[in-house]
């Protein structure tokens, strides 16, 4: 079982899927990553963000080791979700949570264990764009505050161009092991 879940004082947000479970904690202000901790059967990484908001993720302890993306990953969630509204002097609003964690959450579940971690890009409107560049081939995967999850996929090799919206995992699957 995959566990991420977004956590703010006072109330509980989570992704509506049956692998997420949401708590409350109030932590601290500092951003910091408390991570890599292991259990019996899972690791936990802990993301303490400002405004009291704290970030759960917790993967199976079968993937040992830890993919080599997993912590390039988080660390680059976490310094986008620190962003200040106006972060980029037109508007942009602060990063939303929720669209991380599920961006975080798909990875997990579809991302070949060799694959290089994605440049994490934030979006204006408080969602997060995950994009490869490599092997001439580029994916950009799109978590819009207004909008499902988007991609777009091009192979300048071949010129094959695809994009659209993904309806399972699998399809996420897929797309990033056309990178390998």
């Known amino acids: 079982m995959v566990t991420f879940a977004t956590q703010f004082p006072g109330s509980a947000a989570a ?6 479970v949401a708590q409350t904690y109030w932590v601290g202000q500092s951003s910091t990553v408390i991570g890599g901790s292991r259990g019996s059967s899972n690791r936990e990484f802990a993301v303490e ?4 908001r704290r970030l759960v993720l917790t993967i199976p302890f079968e993937l040992d080791p830890m993919p080599a993306w997993i912590s390039p990953t988080v660390n680059a969630c ?3 979700l620190e962003l200040p509204a106006n972060w980029d002097s037109y508007g942009g609003k602060r990063i939303r949570a929720e669209l991380v964690a599920g961006a975080l959450l798909i990875l997990i579940r579809s991302m070949p264990i060799d694959l ?3 440049s994490v890009v934030p979006l204006g ?3 997060v764009q995950l994009e490869w ?4 081939q580029d994916l950009e995967i799109t978590f819009s505050a207004d909008e499902s999850p988007q991609y777009y996929y091009r192979n300048r ?3 094959e161009e695809l994009e659209g919206s993904p309806s399972s995992s699998s399809e996420f699957a897929q797309l990033l092991r056309n990178l390998t």
């Open 133 to 136: 560049h490599r092997r001439q």
């Open 15 to 20: 992704l509506s899927d049956r692998d997420v």
């Open 78 to 80: 976490v310094r986008i």
């Open 157 to 159: 090799i071949t010129d």
């Open 116 to 118: 290089t971690a994605p």
């Open 125 to 127: 409107d408080g969602g």
């Open 49 to 52: 963000l400002p405004g009291g």
